[in-house]
């Protein structure tokens, strides 16, 4: 029952629960393209049925992690299983259970929509934002929900990215700063460049084989 019931794991190294972060980012990433796909495909087969499904495996993926225990969570397994060959990159599980909390939270909310069947523009922010979150944890590890724990100044140990350390971060430094706006630069530029000229006027596409 104790394995059951139990969040994170126990390793000799650190004397507090951890969890696996390649694990969790990867269950993100898994979860952030079905979500998009499911988005689409209500503007592409005008039908609830794939983002409605998808929101109901949201649900119960994070009442798993939340209650149960997160290794028998399905996005979270498939995300194991995908990078099982990697280094396991251990943090604290405590502000990722706080992250999963206000997940499933979210989840309550959609569980109101589906089960009452409504459809209403405060439906889709919320599919909104979790794929907003979804998408910062699993592209830049960015756990939103674990730096509002440490801003509550709960006590941390070991967290993704070890942005909670008090240690002096890198700068950015000035020159990538440079290169990223002569880059957008010529995005604008190149943009308007096909815009005025090759886009200049609406026209009819023919697939060819």
Do not use: H
Request: glycine residues 6%; contains cysteine.
């Amino acid at each position: 029952m104790s394995v059951l019931f139990n969040f994170g794991e126990t390793i000799p190294e650190y004397d507090f629960k951890v969890i696996n972060e390649r694990e969790a980012r990867a269950s993100a990433g898994i979860m952030f393209l079905l979500g998009l796909l499911s988005l689409f495909s209500v503007y592409i087969f005008r039908t609830l049925l794939w983002a409605e499904l998808f929101s109901i495996t949201f649900i119960f993926e994070f009442f798993i992690r939340t209650v149960f225990n997160p290794k028998y969570a399905p996005y979270m397994s498939l995300g194991g299983l995908i990078v099982s060959n990697q280094e396991p990159d251990w943090v604290e599980a405590k502000p990722k259970q706080f992250a999963w909390i206000l997940g499933m939270l979210l989840g309550v909310v959609m569980t109101y929509y589906i089960v009452f069947d409504l459809v209403s523009w405060a439906r889709f922010y919320i599919c909104l934002v979790c794929l907003v979150l979804m998408f910062l944890e699993s592209a830049f590890g960015i756990c939103l929900g674990c730096l509002l724990y440490q801003r509550l100044n709960m006590k941390l140990n070991k967290c993704p990215g070890g942005v909670c350390d008090t240690t002096k971060k890198e700068k950015f430094g000035l020159k990538r700063v440079v290169i990223m706006s002569v880059v957008l630069a010529l995005f604008v530029a190149t943009y308007f460049v096909l815009e005025n000229t090759k886009y200049s006027q609406e026209t009819n596409f023919i697939l060819v084989d």
